[in-house]
């Protein structure tokens, strides 16, 4: 029976840290969307205060959350000139709806199972 | 271009609220997996506090998002028996690795398309 590994149990981020939570309704497939998407990630990761982002996507709902030192640093990301265009342009074109929602991370912990016992 | 409909961009719970986010990587495709998921999903949804849910999942990646009125509520929901079982089925089983976060909602907004504007 695998147990939790506490050693490996870190936090990702030192905490308190900020989620911006997306949960998306998209139109239809489009590649363009994709690649938008795409651009939008690496520039996000140029970004001050920038930690990580996880995307996972069932059909046409999609959830993407990134990770942020601070609510300022969320701030200066949401005004950056490529990412407002990008936001239009999802508003204008990709998305049927979405929800985005601003959490503080209090606590992270992990489970990684041992491969021996797998 | 469609403008943001501020008379839907209500939050969807009232905040502040929790969230509970669930990054996982799953070892194998397994149907009972599957129907266990299910099942925790609807015995969530009879918890004290329980307010909704999220999920998407890309190949072996996945992100479920619990939403709870309160860190109480949260507590109760990771302590029930069956929910017990299954977490430890999980780790014994189904994950290859998982992270979980909780976080406390601050802001909450949504966009919906103008379907006359599509």
Redesign the interface.
């Known amino acids: 029976?695998?147990?939790?590994d506490m050693s490996a149990a870190e936090p990702?981020y030192p905490t308190p840290y900020y989620?911006v939570?997306f949960?998306s309704t998209l139109?239809a497939e489009d590649p363009a969307y994709q690649a938008t998407a795409a651009q939008m990630e690496t520039l996000a990761e140029q970004q001050p205060g920038y930690l990580g982002i996880?995307?996972?996507?069932?059909g046409m709902?999609?959830?993407t959350?990134s990770y942020w030192q601070t609510l300022e640093a969320i701030k200066t990301w949401k005004a950056q000139l490529e990412h407002q265009t990008a936001q239009?342009r999802g508003?204008?074109f990709w998305?049927?709806?979405?929800?985005?929602?601003?959490?503080?991370?209090?606590?992270?912990?992990?489970?990684?199972?041992d491969p021996a016992q797998?």
Chains 1, 2 share one sequence.
């Open positions: 029976m695998n147990k939790i990702s989620a939570i949960s139109t996880e995307t996972a996507r069932s709902q999609g959830i959350i239009q508003r204008d998305y049927q709806h979405y929800r985005v929602r601003i959490a503080k991370v209090e606590r992270d912990y992990e489970f990684t199972a797998g």
